[in-house]
């Protein structure tokens, strides 16, 4: 069984940072991408931003300049640093990660339960 944990979500005012972690155990031989995905209320899931094993980035144009991923490979961790968090980015923020639980396994889509972040004055 492979899991996902985040931590990290709160509540801050406009302007502010957060940081969010991502933790994958179980059964893991290798993780490819890894990424960070949101949901506000009313709206669909939407891809926030996302690093491969190589360390490339992507990032939604919307938190481009303010968001950075990073991940640390030997311990399964993935981070979201957020600055210069604005009103419109309240949402429950959902770790995912691409992992291959074995040799010769095929590589699967796993998803954390979400924290919420909340930016208000």
């Known amino acids: 069984q492979v899991q996902l944990v985040e931590s990290g979500g709160g509540l801050v005012q406009p302007g502010g940072s957060l940081r969010l972690s991502c933790v994958a155990s179980?059964?893991?031989?290798?993780?490819?991408?890894m990424g960070w995905f949101r949901q506000a209320p009313g709206k669909q899931r939407e891809l926030v931003a996302i690093?491969?094993?190589?360390?490339?980035?992507n990032y939604a144009d919307s938190v481009k300049g303010r968001f950075t991923i990073s991940r640390n490979n030997a311990q399964h961790t993935v981070y979201l640093q957020m600055n210069s968090l604005k009103p419109e980015d309240t949402a429950v923020y959902y770790c995912?990660?691409?992992?291959?639980?074995?040799?010769?396994?095929?590589?699967?889509?796993?998803w954390g339960k979400g924290t919420l972040v909340t930016v208000s004055s």
């Open positions: 995912h990660a691409v992992i291959v639980a074995g040799e010769g396994y095929s590589a699967m889509d796993y």
């Open positions: 690093v491969t094993s190589g360390r490339n980035t």
């Open positions: 179980g059964n893991i031989f290798s993780i490819n991408a």
